[in-house]
């Protein structure tokens, strides 16, 4: 399981190499989300349905939050590794290890007490509203879980190795898939069936995980890593982190909204966005992948002060991952209907969620600039215009956007899908000022 090296030789070689697994990663990972919806589909009411994918996006609040944060430690990490300072990376992993541990038990006691208000502020289906709990009662009860099952893998991304956090993926994907079809199709569970299999496979992951860190050594020596709050350590990871986190936050919310506002339109549409979110988890995954190469790419050269390295590596990786987004865009525009019936044979639905793809569908060429200029930023730690931009669109451009878009006499989830493409062009917009900004001041030799 050989890291990246981000160091030295091609830079897109290296950045392919450590991308691909990370892009593999992330299509397991939207799979076995999807199951859960595919499975439903096939044997359960479009209630059920509707249920998933509301408790899918509100559950997304908690994982991407505490994913952002942990990103924090995937660049810290990083940095240490291109330093050379490998005690300073464990102490780094240690540190991160505790701090989530504390994070995800206060974080679910609270989840769960207020779970009714959360749903109740998603303006859910009344015919809906019970296996939405249910779906995300179970899901909140295994936060601990989920949160080691993605701390691991920010670790490992930061030592650059993306190929063992693929390995886990794929474990839990192919326990959760034979999950769902066991508990929702053989027990007929339901949505506590899909809960449940979601959970389970994660832990089964994460214990699979621990085992073979143990055993195996790259950049650091797991079985050697001491769990503590090492203050410097600590200070550079939420330095990092809590920016992101709090920035991630705010888009999930404004996400959230937008889900309040679809579910309003009525239940038909509500299934259709909850199919429609699972189908975009795919249609995002090449920026996605790129965000997180560039972020590791840029942390290990910018511990090595590998300044030149840096500009060529996001310059390149803005226009590959441009040149494959198009074609996203195309599948996606033209095939969103024939991917929608995979999860439902409902012909209203399907519609819907086509239409809700088709606005969307504009996003996937303007994205990866915006996922790029996000990791170079992140990768040099300069994390506060990354909160600045996440902030201001979602509370000035997206959730503005959607309300508008869906208060047209006529209007479908086309309308309200086109509220993410509008607010991509505006963060373009803001990195590329912040940039040249930075540039003019000389904030970074980094950046551009």
Same mark, same amino acid.
Request: charged residues 10%; positive net charge.
């Given at each position: 399981m050989a890291k990246a090296d981000f160091l030295h030789g091609s830079v897109i070689h290296g950045l392919l190499n450590f991308m691909v697994p990370v892009l593999g990663a992330l299509l397991l990972q939207a799979a076995y989300g999807a199951a859960d919806v595919f499975v439903i589909g096939m044997f359960c009411d479009a209630a059920s349905l509707s249920g998933v994918g509301t408790g899918s996006v509100a559950m997304n609040i908690v994982i991407f939050g505490l994913v952002s944060l942990a990103m924090g430690s995937t660049v810290v990490i990083g940095q240490h590794i291109g330093e050379g300072a490998q005690d300073k990376a464990a102490d780094a992993a240690g540190a991160t290890i505790a701090l989530f541990a504390i994070i995800s038990v206060i974080g679910t006691i609270l989840i769960e007490i207020f779970t009714p208000e959360i749903l109740h502020l998603l303006r859910v289906p009344a015919e809906a509203f019970e296996k939405t709990e249910i779906y995300f009662r179970i899901c909140v009860g295994g936060t601990v879980v989920i949160t080691a099952y993605n701390v691991i893998s920010c670790i490992m991304r930061?030592?650059?190795?993306?190929?063992?956090?693929?390995?886990?993926?794929?474990?839990?994907?192919?326990?959760? !898939?034979?999950?769902?079809?066991? %508990? *929702?199709?053989?027990? $007929?569970?339901? /949505? #506590?069936?899909?809960? =449940? &299999?979601? @959970?389970?496979?994660?832990?089964?992951?994460?214990?699979?995980?621990?085992?073979?860190?143990?055993k195996v050594k790259f950049g650091i020596d797991f079985a050697r890593i001491r769990l503590g709050f090492y203050p410097e350590e600590m200070k550079k990871i939420l330095k990092i982190g809590i920016p992101l986190m709090v920035e991630e936050l705010t888009v999930e919310v404004?996400?959230?909204?937008?889900?309040? !506002?679809?579910?309003?339109?009525? %239940? *038909?549409?509500?299934? $259709?966005?909850? /199919? #429609?979110?699972?189908? =975009? &988890?795919? @249609?995002?995954?090449?920026?996605?992948?790129?965000?997180?190469?560039?972020?590791?790419?840029?942390?290990?050269?910018?511990?090595?002060?590998?300044?030149?390295?840096?500009?060529?590596?996001?310059?390149?990786?803005?226009?590959?991952?441009?040149?494959?987004?198009?074609?996203?865009?195309?599948?996606?525009?033209?095939?969103?209907?024939?991917?929608?019936?995979?999860?439902?044979?409902?012909?209203?639905?399907?519609?819907?969620?086509?239409?809700?793809?088709?606005?969307?569908?504009?996003?996937?060429?303007?994205?990866?600039?915006?996922?790029?200029?996000?990791?170079?930023?992140?990768?040099?730690?300069?994390?506060?215009?990354?909160?600045?931009?996440?902030?201001?669109?979602?509370?000035?451009?997206?959730?503005?956007?959607?309300?508008?878009?869906?208060?047209?006499?006529?209007?479908?989830?086309?309308?309200?899908?086109?509220?993410?493409?509008?607010?991509?062009?505006?963060?373009?917009?803001?990195?590329?000022?912040?940039?040249?900004?930075?540039?003019?001041?000389?904030?970074?030799?980094?950046?551009?």
């Open positions: 930061g030592l650059g190795n993306s190929k063992l956090p693929f390995l886990f993926v794929l474990i839990a994907c192919v326990v959760n !898939i034979a999950g769902d079809f066991i %508990l *929702i199709g053989g027990f $007929g569970m339901d /949505v #506590a069936g899909a809960a =449940i &299999a979601t @959970v389970f496979s994660q832990l089964v992951s994460v214990v699979v995980s621990v085992i073979v860190l143990r404004s996400f959230l909204v937008m889900n309040a !506002i679809i579910n309003a339109m009525g %239940l *038909i549409e509500s299934a $259709g966005y909850g /199919v #429609a979110q699972k189908l =975009i &988890a795919f @249609v995002m995954l090449i920026p996605s992948a790129l965000m997180q190469s560039v972020s590791a790419f840029v942390a290990q050269n910018f511990g090595a002060q590998n300044y030149a390295r840096i500009k060529e590596g996001y310059r390149k990786s803005i226009f590959a991952g441009t040149v494959f987004c198009t074609g996203v865009f195309l599948i996606s525009y033209f095939g969103g209907g024939l991917m929608s019936r995979a999860f439902t044979s409902d012909p209203a639905v399907i519609r819907a969620s086509h239409l809700y793809i088709q606005g969307f569908s504009f996003d996937c060429i303007l994205t990866c600039y915006l996922f790029a200029s996000i990791g170079l930023l992140n990768g040099t730690g300069h994390t506060f215009p990354v909160l600045m931009q996440g902030v201001t669109s979602a509370i000035i451009v997206r959730i503005p956007s959607a309300l508008l878009l869906s208060s047209i006499a006529g209007a479908t989830l086309f309308h309200v899908g086109l509220a993410a493409p509008i607010t991509t062009v505006y963060g373009i917009v803001f990195f590329w000022v912040t940039i040249v900004i930075m540039k003019r001041r000389k904030t970074e030799k980094a950046l551009l």
